[in-house]
């Protein structure tokens, strides 16, 4: 049993949802039995201290609720919305949950903060069976405009990261249409495994033949294929 902030979690330790470099997320319950996941981290950097504080105690359509997060003497603790992952595959209304995770990504950039690590795996089906975004870890604020850190997942990354330019919110866009590429094929739009040359594939890859790629496959219909040519733009 554990006190953070004002909520006491009950963290059942052998119920792993994810675990990695981050910290460990488990399940946990609450008051009234509600579950909830708890992740445990050994620290918790400014940047994502700045954006909890922003999330905590609000109710957001599309990013997950942060009920409580407190930083002690030997970890980290975070109680949150206990969302469930999804297989992009098995989306039967495409649309729909692409303009739900475009709203999750609206959400935080109102906030005045950017994600960084758009991914498949940072969405999930919430409580209220709406898709919520998730994973703040190396999130910025959006005014810092002249971010040149490598940061994110290669598969994802905007190739400015990759080449450390200076960079914006709009990394956010790049990363989503890969995102939406995805739950319109179920296919990768890099598929390189080897990451050297998912890397190279990232740096060397002109607009015109992302575009190419695009409107080749025909399994695309129109206003998907425009959506992506205004997405995933270099």
């Given amino acids: 049993m554990i006190q953070v902030e004002k909520t006491t979690v009950i963290v059942n330790y052998e119920d792993i949802i994810d675990q990695g470099n981050f910290g460990s997320l488990f399940k946990g ?3 009234q039995g509600k579950l909830v996941a708890v992740k445990i981290q050994k620290d918790i950097s400014d940047f994502e201290n700045q954006i909890l504080s922003a999330i905590k105690g609000k109710q957001f359509d599309h990013i997950i609720e942060v009920i409580a997060f407190e930083k002690k003497e030997k970890a980290a603790y975070t109680i949150m919305e206990l ?7 098995k989306i039967l209304n495409k649309k729909n949950a692409c303009l739900q995770m475009a709203k999750g990504v609206q959400e935080l950039h109102k906030l ?3 994600h960084r690590d758009l991914k498949p795996g940072n969405f999930v089906i919430g409580k209220d069976n709406k898709i919520k975004l998730i994973d703040f870890g190396i999130s910025k604020k959006i005014e810092e405009k002249s971010q040149t850190q490598m940061q994110g997942t290669y598969q994802y990354m905007a190739p400015e990261i990759l080449k450390t330019q200076a960079y914006d919110h ?3 866009i ?3 249409g890969l995102v939406f590429y995805e739950v319109f094929l179920g296919l990768v739009f890099f598929t390189n495994k080897q990451e050297g ?3 190279d594939d990232l740096l060397q890859i002109k607009q015109i033949q ?9 399994n695309l ?3 998907q294929q425009k959506l992506l040519q205004k997405m995933i733009v270099q």
């Fill in 210 to 218: 992302i575009n190419e790629k695009i409107r080749a496959n025909r």
């Fill in 170 to 172: 709009s990394v956010d």
């Fill in 221 to 223: 219909g129109q206003w």
């Fill in 83 to 89: 969302g469930e992952k999804f297989d992009l595959s």
């Fill in 174 to 176: 790049w990363s989503l």
């Fill in 29 to 31: 319950t609450i008051s």
């Fill in 197 to 199: 040359e998912m890397i």
């Fill in 112 to 114: 005045g903060f950017f």
